[in-house]
């Protein structure tokens, strides 16, 4: 039960919470840690997991489906593939920098428009959890929350993403100009590259996607007691 009521405590940021009801909010988590009963049944804190999970998963990817949700952000931002650093190189060393730089931001903007389709897959996903999979969460790693989604919606977000991310690339001929120079690459190099463009960008929205929920996952689990919400005054209101 302290692992349920901390993991509750810790899942939304407060924004404006009035001191007192935080000190009572504050209390009745105590109380709850040290075993006393607060008249919460397992429906309710279930019912509370989703909603925060729901609302978690909504503002995560609503942050990363804006401009620049990827392109902004250099631990998420998708560049080309390592293995084809040589192309991009040989590219810029001919005049082409403008082409690739276009590329590459087109790569980052289907993956932000694509994100917009997310949240009603996660939502879907969390309205069918289980209460086994709800006690896996709660008990779990610091990241099992994410595994979760991860495990239950990577099929349906990439067909959501894929024909998306196809459109972002065709727009700018991305993915023919991409197709051609890597098929012919691959002809008198020893290290063969995915001409697929839209699949390694698909893949590549995906893995951010998930790394960003996992950072919020991390970080809400490490300080219960400075986030708390209406959800946890719905959660302690007896």
Do not use: H
């Not at 919470?17 to 009963?37: H, T």
């Amino acid at each position: 039960m302290k692992s349920i009521f901390i993991f509750i405590a810790s899942l939304f940021i407060l924004n404006n919470s009035n001191a007192q009801n935080i000190k009572g909010l504050l209390n009745k988590a105590k109380d709850a840690v040290a075993g006393k009963p607060i008249g919460l049944g397992n429906d309710e804190i279930i019912a509370g997991l989703k909603e925060a999970l729901t609302k978690g998963t909504e503002k995560g990817t609503s942050m990363l489906s804006k401009e620049n949700g990827f392109f902004g952000n250099e631990l998420l931002k998708i560049i080309l593939p390592p293995e084809a650093q040589k192309v991009e190189k040989t590219l810029r060393s001919v005049g082409l920098g403008k082409q690739v730089d276009d590329a590459i931001l087109t790569m980052n903007r289907g993956a932000e428009e694509a994100c917009k389709e997310a949240a009603p897959i996660f939502v879907d996903a969390i309205k069918k959890m289980t209460v086994q999979d709800a006690v896996g969460i709660l008990k779990g790693a610091d990241t099992a929350a994410t595994g979760y989604l991860k495990n239950n919606t990577s099929a349906a977000l990439t067909t959501a993403f894929r024909p998306i991310i196809d459109g972002a690339l065709e727009k700018v001929g991305a993915t023919k100009y991409w197709s051609t120079m890597v098929t012919t690459y691959n002809k008198f190099s020893m290290q063969k590259i995915n001409p697929d463009l839209s699949a390694y960008v698909t893949e590549r929205a995906l893995q951010g996607v998930f790394t960003q929920i996992a950072l919020e996952e991390k970080n809400i689990r490490k300080d219960p007691v400075a986030r708390t919400t209406e959800l946890l005054k719905k959660v302690f209101a007896n």
